[in-house]
């Protein structure tokens, strides 16, 4: 049983963290250039991915209780579970500026380009990636 739970959360991770992590981090060039149907996908694609990558959490903790052992307690765990929704609240701030640069794309308003969220989408996704790397290695390493 372990072993099946290991593989769903190393599966989860592989296709969902990948996808979500390149998709926040084309997202200001897209905005940059003003592709609004570009954006749209990106921002769709995001929110999907970000649902979907709730399963390596949940795996990852049904693995940990099947474990037993006390494995959920362990110091790295508890920072990676952490960790881990930190990145998903990080994700509900990206999707909710992704569709505030769709709407700001879209509108008749030439004042207003998008520039603030495109930094901020920026600045995130540049920070949500550390936050899979430091996971990554949490999850590796102390083991």
């Keep these: 049983m372990s072993s099946l739970l290991l593989w769903l959360h190393i599966v989860f991770a592989v296709f969902t963290i990948g996808p979500v992590t390149a998709a926040t981090m084309?997202?200001?060039?897209?905005?940059?250039?003003?592709?609004?149907?570009?954006?749209?996908?990106?921002?769709r694609t995001t929110r999907i991915y970000a649902f979907g990558s709730l399963g390596v959490f949940v795996f990852g903790l049904v693995l940990g209780v099947v474990m037993g052992g006390g494995v959920l307690g362990r110091w790295y765990?508890?920072?990676?579970?952490?960790?881990f929704i930190v990145a998903a609240v990080l994700l509900v701030i990206i999707d909710r500026d992704l569709?505030?640069?769709?709407?700001?794309?879209?509108?008749e308003s030439a004042d207003d380009d998008a520039k603030v969220q495109n930094g901020?989408?920026?600045?995130?996704?540049?920070?949500?990636?550390?936050?899979?790397?430091?996971?990554?290695?949490l999850m590796v390493v102390p083991s």
Aim: aromatic share 6%; proline share 4%; charged share 10%.
């Design 120 to 137: 901020r989408i920026a600045a995130i996704s540049g920070l949500l990636s550390v936050i899979w790397l430091v996971i990554l290695f």
């Design 26 to 43: 084309s997202a200001p060039r897209a905005i940059r250039t003003k592709n609004v149907p570009s954006l749209q996908f990106i921002q």
């Design 99 to 107: 569709r505030t640069a769709v709407q700001a794309l879209t509108s």
């Design 77 to 83: 765990m508890t920072a990676s579970m952490t960790l």
